[in-house]
């Protein structure tokens, strides 16, 4: 079957979640597009069937967890094949994983840990990205995760890797702000900074979520458990990049307590809003600029 | 300085028992120590897989207790980290894991219950499968005169235990205490279920004689539908073998056939 999907400009997307299941045909929300976690949709059964019901009424986008693209050994192989699999049913809007590892030899840890921020890394990163990239027959993008910890021996930093990464690839990123405010107040460092140094030009989407503190021996520690509305600081965050980056994909995540679908879809809304209030302070984008589309 | 690949090993130990020293020093200490900030990676490997296990094993979970399956929950996550990234997929070993702890001696069931939940739940995850016709079945049987093997879908499963554990199960999700269950452990019933997907993808527990069980078994072990039915009629004359092959095509669980090649047959008979 042909579909034609194209994400309605200046409309966010929301991820998809089990506990929305009878809303989303109840409600039919207008929202942008779809975004679901790979791993939850690799089997058989009812979910991959919703699924392929809602790609005629969303674009969506697969968002994977657990290819590890920065171990040290090369993708699973098994892994790989099942989303390849999905992406070919799917044939998505986008496809997008993180910049992390999960496996150590045949061990999985249902995470995304934080990698050593290295020339080697990188080499190791880029070798996996290509894997992946050539095996779907695809670009896909990545994502900067939230970090609780760096390393002594890391001499890059996140947006330079990120960077270099695009260049040597030609994958995009997934610039998640969330994660990128979670980073900087955890690890040390400007999370408005850490924007301006990455090339913009490479993002092809932006995640939003909330978090949550947490007491760490008397220092304050963030936790991005996708549990809450949007913080004030991320929104901040998002108006500085939807300047430079007006067209991108925007999503909002909400992984833990998840609320009705209605909540969901008005934080979607808030990012609507904010990102119409930023277009219309600044001078009109050329056309061609436009939006994302892709026939299959 | 650890290598890039050590980095990796090290983080591997300090989620699944304790960073070493040298490790502690390759991370960035400051406002926060090392030790607390690897912390966070570690809990919340075991909080969500131990979640996880609660959504697969809800029956058991209740039989046991929730504080007891917790924490073997905990131990178990702990001893055998996921094999799979799906989430969905971890918890293949925890039944024999709880069948081997003591505490439970004296409930061998609740390890049998553990051990349907997962049939349960991996058939609920299993691949799709386009299914066989019933009538291309019956012109293929015919043609081979029953020498035709079958091969279920991948969501179909064939679980046999010595308790009741069907019964158990509903009853301890419905909500009744060690008393509810007491007489479904006494009367000592065993199970034997054909465990599938209905169209809308939610899972069918039949309960099965012994007859069309041990046919289900032979065709799962890949003898022919001939030798399946010969086994059934032995169990129960006139056993109505060709409805439970009616069945199996309607259901859609059947994903295959092929002939047995005409030089195997006279060995098949011999079996």
Same mark, same amino acid.
């Given at each position: ?296 | ?34 030790? $607390? ?23 058991? $979970? ?134 599938? $997907? ?74």
């Amino acid at each position: 079957m042909h579909l034609k999907h194209i994400i309605p400009p200046l409309s966010s997307g929301i991820g998809y979640r089990a506990p929305h299941r009878e809303a989303m045909h109840e409600l039919r929300p207008a929202v942008g597009f779809l975004e679901v976690h790979a791993e939850n949709f690799m089997g058989g059964g009812r979910r991959r069937a919703d699924l392929l019901v809602l790609r005629h009424d969303w674009p969506i986008s697969v968002h994977g967890v657990g290819l590890s693209l920065g171990s040290a050994e090369r993708p699973d192989e098994d892994h790989l094949s099942r989303l390849a699999s999905l992406v070919a049913d799917l044939d998505p809007i986008l496809v997008s994983e993180h910049l992390s590892f999960s496996r150590v030899g045949n061990e999985h840890f249902n995470d995304l840990l934080p990698l050593p921020m290295t020339p080697l890394m990188l080499r190791v990163i880029c070798r996996n990205v290509d894997i992946v990239q050539q095996r779907l027959g695809r670009r896909i993008l990545i994502e900067n995760p939230s970090r609780y910890l760096s390393y002594t021996c890391s001499t890059l930093s996140e947006p330079e890797l990120l960077n270099e990464l695009v260049q040597r690839t030609g994958c995009g990123v997934l610039l998640d702000l969330n994660n990128v405010y979670v980073t900087c107040e955890n690890v040390g460092g400007d999370a408005f900074a850490w924007c301006d140094s990455l090339n913009m030009k490479s993002v092809g989407e932006i995640h939003l979520a909330g978090h949550t503190r947490v007491d760490a021996g008397g220092e304050t520690l963030l936790i991005d458990d996708h549990g809450s509305t949007v913080a004030e600081p991320v929104w901040q965050l998002f108006d500085h990049v939807i300047r430079e980056r007006p067209m991108a994909p925007v999503l909002v995540e909400w992984d833990s307590r998840i609320p009705e679908l209605p909540a969901l879809v008005a934080e979607a809304r808030k990012a609507d809003k904010r990102r119409a209030r930023m277009l219309a302070d600044r001078p009109p984008i050329a056309a061609g600029g436009g939006h994302l589309a892709y026939v299959s | 300085m650890l290598t890039f690949l050590e980095i990796q090993r090290e983080m591997r130990e300090a989620i699944l028992a304790a960073p070493s020293r040298e490790f502690l020093d390759a991370v960035v200490s400051d406002r926060i120590p090392a030790r $607390r900030r690897l912390n966070v990676y570690r809990n919340h490997f075991r909080d969500s897989l131990t979640q996880g296990l609660a959504e697969v094993f809800p029956a058991t $979970r209740k039989l046991v207790g929730d504080r007891y399956f917790d924490a073997m929950a905990g131990f178990y996550v702990a001893a055998h980290p996921p094999r799979d990234a799906r989430i969905c997929r971890y918890g293949h070993d925890f039944p024999r894991f709880l069948s081997a702890r003591e505490e439970l001696e004296d409930s061998p069931y609740a390890s049998e219950v553990a051990r349907l939940e997962w049939a349960l739940a991996e058939l609920r995850d299993a691949p799709d499968a386009p299914d066989i016709d019933w009538n291309e079945f019956e012109r293929t049987s015919q043609r081979l005169a029953g020498a035709i093997r079958l091969r279920f879908a991948p969501s179909v499963v064939l679980f046999d235990s010595d308790w009741p554990v069907h019964e158990i199960r509903a009853r301890t999700l419905a909500g009744s205490g060690a008393d509810g269950v007491a007489p479904l452990v006494a009367s000592g019933n065993p199970t034997l279920l054909l465990l599938h $997907r209905d169209p809308d993808g939610d899972a069918c527990e039949l309960a099965m004689d012994e007859a069309g069980f041990a046919a289900l078994r032979l065709l799962r072990a890949g003898r022919s539908v001939n030798q399946a039915s010969r086994a059934a009629l032995a169990r129960i004359p006139g056993y109505p073998i060709s409805d439970l092959f009616q069945f199996l095509f309607q259901a859609g669980l059947v994903a295959g056939l092929s002939p047995i090649p005409a030089s195997h047959r006279d060995i098949a008979k011999e079996i």
